[in-house]
């Protein structure tokens, strides 16, 4: 299975500001999976991302407020954008690898 | 679409104790279906898979039975363990990107000694 590297672990960031996620494979993947998991809750999937082209969004979210980049094959970044506290979350990539691999997450708190 | 549905928990049980949570799926085709694991302040990890009907994934003395005729993946184990508690998600996807991946709400396991 794959490895992934996920930066930062956490964060507190103020609202109206923006916060960009990095997630770093040790292989080459086709595509890449961003997550959002709230406490106590299942994992929502935000969008998915291939290497060249747009990202696809899942219903709920947009690019203005989750852009994404997929700049080769082995990384990919999320940003949350003009943060609000309900923007506090776990934010989760993932990769398909002979089943899904999660980075460790990302827990952001919006004050 | 695609959905998976999980019993609802918390589980409580006792150490040793029988374990079964229940996990259906509606999808078309033939996806790969997960259990994954998420202990307490950790990340998701891979439990166990099966990729095709009668497929039986197995780990750690867990095991689960791709049940194509009743749509469902339910898993077991046989006497759990205090560190067994955690929340369980059952999940379903792969076959090579033709299917977004969907994960169940996720079963809280709490295991008494």
């Known amino acids: 299975s794959a490895v992934i590297s996920q930066k930062p672990s956490r964060d507190i960031c103020q609202r109206g500001t923006s916060l960009t996620i990095q997630c770093q494979v040790d292989s080459q993947v086709t595509m890449m999976f961003w997550y959002r998991q709230q406490p106590g809750q299942s994992l929502t999937l935000i969008a998915t991302?291939?290497?060249?082209?747009?990202?696809?969004?899942e219903s709920g979210f947009v690019i203005d407020k989750f852009p994404i980049s997929r700049p080769n094959l082995t990384f990919s970044t999320l940003t949350v954008s003009n943060m609000s506290p309900e923007d506090s979350s776990i934010y989760l990539c993932s990769v398909e690898r002979s089943g899904y691999t999660f980075g460790s997450g990302t827990r952001l708190t919006v004050v | 679409g695609n959905s998976v549905t999980q019993m609802e928990g918390p589980v409580t049980l006792s150490e040793e104790a029988f374990l079964t949570i229940n996990c259906t799926y509606t999808?078309?085709?033939?996806?790969?279906l997960f259990w994954y694991v998420q202990y307490p302040g950790e990340g998701l990890q891979l439990l166990l898979k099966a990729t095709k009907a009668d497929d039986k994934g197995s780990n750690k003395g867990f095991e689960a039975t791709y049940r194509k005729e009743t749509t469902s993946f339910h898993l077991e184990k046989g006497s759990v363990q205090v560190s067994d508690s955690a929340v369980y998600f059952c999940a379903l996807g792969e076959a090579g990107g033709s299917y977004i991946p969907t994960f169940g709400r996720g079963t809280s396991l709490i295991v008494h000694p």
């Open positions: 991302a291939n290497q060249g082209s747009e990202a696809t969004y």
């Open positions: 999808a078309t085709g033939y996806p790969s």
